[in-house]
């Protein structure tokens, strides 16, 4: 079933319709304009969402050392890890 709303309405609640139309609420609805159906809203299937390619860049580059004295001065190294003075 579609629900149908005037422009006006559409205009001030679009955010609404659209999360009504996300969450799966509604799943269609139709905009009219002086009493006469102009245009449908409905969600975007679930095809266009695009998958995120985690670990992409694994193994293209040599791993490094982050143990703390190959690149910080003793003095620094004493301020963030807490020995010393």
Same mark, same amino acid.
């Given at each position: /079933?579609?629900?149908?709303?005037? /422009?006006? %309405? +559409?205009?001030?609640?679009?955010?609404?319709?659209?999360? +009504?139309?996300?969450?799966?609420?509604?799943?269609?609805?139709?905009? +009219?304009? %002086?009493?006469?159906?102009?245009?449908? #809203?409905?969600?975007?299937?679930?095809?266009?969402?695009?998958?995120?390619?985690?670990?992409?860049?694994?193994?293209?580059?040599?791993?490094? %050392? #982050?143990?703390?004295?190959?690149? /910080?001065?003793? %003095?620094?190294?004493? /301020?963030?890890?807490?020995?010393?003075?």
């Amino acid at each position: /079933m579609t629900t149908t709303v005037n /422009m006006h %309405d +559409a205009k001030a609640q679009l955010a609404k319709l659209i999360e +009504a139309l996300e969450n799966g609420a509604e799943s269609e609805i139709g905009i +009219a304009r %002086d009493g006469r159906p102009a245009v449908k #809203l409905v969600p975007v299937g679930e095809a266009a969402k695009r998958e995120r390619e985690l670990a992409f860049l694994a193994g293209k580059y040599p791993l490094i %050392d #982050l143990d703390p004295s190959l690149f /910080m001065d003793a %003095d620094i190294a004493s /301020m963030f890890l807490g020995e010393g003075k």
